[in-house]
Each structure stands twice: as C-alpha cells, then as structure tokens.
C-alpha cells in the first residue's frame, strides 16, 4: 500500500482572520452550523481542542446506525502560519472509501483584506486505487472550504 497525495487551491472571498477562526478556533461549533444533515454535534473527547486533541463527530441520519461516529484528530495547527490538519482515526470517511488511513491539511495565505488563497491537501492509503481515487478523498475538502466562506460571510 502506498501513500498518495492530492492537492487543490481554493480562492475564497473572506479574510484570512475570519476564515482561520471558523476554520480552526471554532470547528466544533461551526461544522455542524454548516453541515447540519452530515454532522451533527462535536465533542472534545481528548484534549483541549487544541493541537493533539481527539473530535468525536456524531453524524447525521444519511448514515447507517453503525457508522454515525467518526473520530478525527487535530495534528496541525499552526496559528502563526494558519495551518490546520486533521487525520481521520476511525469511521465511514475511511470504510466508506476503502482508505487505510486519510489526513486532510489547510493551509491559508492572505491575497486581499476580504480574499484569502486555500492549499488544500490529503494525504491517503487505500489498497483499491481507482482513477479518481485522489479527488474523492479531496471533495469533502472543496465543499468544507466553500460552506466556510458562505458562514463567515454570512456571520
């Protein structure tokens, strides 16, 4: 099995400051805000929410009794560099897709004062590499960063 990577950059209207604080700072209230049918609630289950903490994310109903949990770990975050990374511990992100092992990184740049440039990257293992294996694992990604800029512009 062998380690892949995919990357996309993302261009949102919002400022990098507004952006990093729902996107880091805030992620166990705002997700579900923004994704209420995918993810219901998040609960610190490790730690402080900060840097090594574990997230227990109750999904919603769309999901099969058995897999409506799904436990994420924070393994980069970078205040000063506005970088922000989790890796999937256990769950449907992972048995759904057939991966191994998945880790989805942000990294945000100030462009403007209400425009900010987003490298988005996962890194994956899955025995079953298919064609469009990288942009599946990618696609949640491209949609958290754009229900993001809706909130933040929204708030």
Same mark, same amino acid.
Not at 81 to 102: D, I, Q
């Given at each position: 099995? =062998? ?18 604080? =729902? ?107 298919? =064609?469009?294996?990288?942009?599946? =694992? ?18």
């Amino acid at each position: 099995m =062998a380690v892949k990577e995919k990357k996309d950059q993302k261009t949102v209207g919002v400022g990098v400051e507004a952006l990093w604080r =729902a996107m880091a700072k805030d992620t166990v209230t705002v997700i579900p805000k923004i994704m209420p049918s995918i993810v219901r609630s998040i609960e610190v289950i490790e730690g402080d929410g900060g840097l090594g903490s574990v997230l227990l994310f109750n999904l919603g109903d769309h999901h099969v009794e058995s897999k409506r949990k799904q436990t994420e770990k924070i393994v980069e975050l970078n205040d000063f560099e506005y970088r922000f990374a989790l890796k999937v511990l256990e769950g449907p992100a992972l048995t759904l897709r057939n991966f191994s092992a998945l880790t989805t990184s942000f990294q945000l740049s100030k462009i403007g004062e209400q425009e900010t440039l987003v490298d988005l990257k996962v890194v994956y293992e899955t025995e079953k590499e298919e =064609a469009n294996t990288g942009d599946i =694992a990618l696609q949640p990604a491209i949609s958290y960063i754009q229900f993001l800029e809706k909130y933040v512009l929204e708030s």
